[in-house]
């Protein structure tokens, strides 16, 4: 459960991620729903950096820690665990079978997904355009990589899927506004989408292509609000479904352009080296 929602807290991180030298600090609050039952209150921070090509995002929360560098030139991601100081290195190739994409029963957002609402507001000084997009995800191909999941885990998930509406406040005059769908595009014509994903331990399928669909936006999501709900039926299915939907609000606190050192995007001395 914990894993998951680091992988969607990633997820919301790279909605923001810039293609100069620049540094994103994002906020995100996760509460209500699947997120009330671990107990606390989850507010991971995710500060994304980006220098050419490559980029690094790195997520603190009470849960734990995660860091992720993609290379688009050198076409590798590194997920970098602090806990166990591992680092693990995937490319599209090897990563090919951590998402299903087209599997039966998945949904995702397509270019056409994401609409503008007409609605405008100004966040913090930078005014924003809203849109908005929905997907629905089947949790039975949410499967953490490498691991097997039990037959009878996996019979409680059948039929289960989870509905997401957003919202995104989206600026094409924050700093790197004009160079982040370039980027966006760059990482999803590589096929980085289910890569990223995968890095983080638990794929979630469509990334691939939600990246595509946030890319075409051409400026900075500022502010994005979901809203996810339970479909399905059997035991577990209820039980979701009765702790209620779980939102999600993730911010964009400061963005800085100053200039960022190569080896942001290096493995830290120290680390094991794990290639897959």
């Known amino acids: 459960m914990k894993r998951w929602l680091m992988t969607l807290a990633m997820f919301v991180a790279c909605s923001a991620a810039l293609r100069a030298d620049v540094t994103v600090v994002q906020t995100t609050t996760i509460e209500g729903g699947m997120a009330a039952m671990t107990g606390q209150t989850i507010t991971p921070t995710t500060t994304t950096r980006i220098k050419g090509l490559k980029s690094r995002s790195d997520v ?4 734990a ?3 992720v560098i993609a290379d688009l030139e050198a076409k590798q991601v590194i997920a970098l665990d602090p806990a166990q ?5 995937l490319q599209p190739a090897s990563a090919a079978g951590t998402v299903k994409d087209s599997a ?3 949904t995702g957002p397509g270019l056409d997904s994401i609409k503008p609402t007409g609605r405008s507001q100004v966040i913090d000084g930078v005014k924003c355009e809203e849109y908005t997009f929905s997907t629905t995800l089947n949790m039975s191909e949410m499967n953490p990589t490498g691991s097997t999941m039990p037959p009878e885990a996996k019979e409680m998930m059948k039929g289960i899927s989870i509905n997401i ?3 995104m406040w989206v600026s094409r005059d924050a700093p790197g506004a004009a160079d982040y769908s370039a980027f966006q595009k760059a990482a999803a014509a590589s ?3 289910p890569v990223i994903s995968g890095a983080s331990g638990l ?4 990334f691939d292509r939600m990246m595509k669909a946030i890319g075409s936006l051409n400026g900075v999501p500022y502010l994005t609000e979901m809203t996810m709900t339970i479909q399905g039926t059997g035991q577990l299915a209820d039980m979701m479904q009765q702790a209620g939907p779980m939102h999600i609000t993730s911010k964009v606190k400061s963005i800085s352009t ?3 050192a190569d080896d942001a995007f290096k493995v830290p001395q120290g680390y094991t080296v794990v290639k897959h």
């Open 85 to 89: 100081k591992t680092a693990r290195i």
């Open 191 to 193: 096929e980085f989408g």
């Open 104 to 106: 039966p029963g998945v």
């Open 165 to 167: 509406n957003a919202s």
């Open 65 to 67: 820690q995660l860091s």
């Open 60 to 63: 603190d929360s009470e849960m």
């Open 258 to 260: 100053d200039s960022i």
């Open 203 to 206: 794929p979630v399928p469509n």
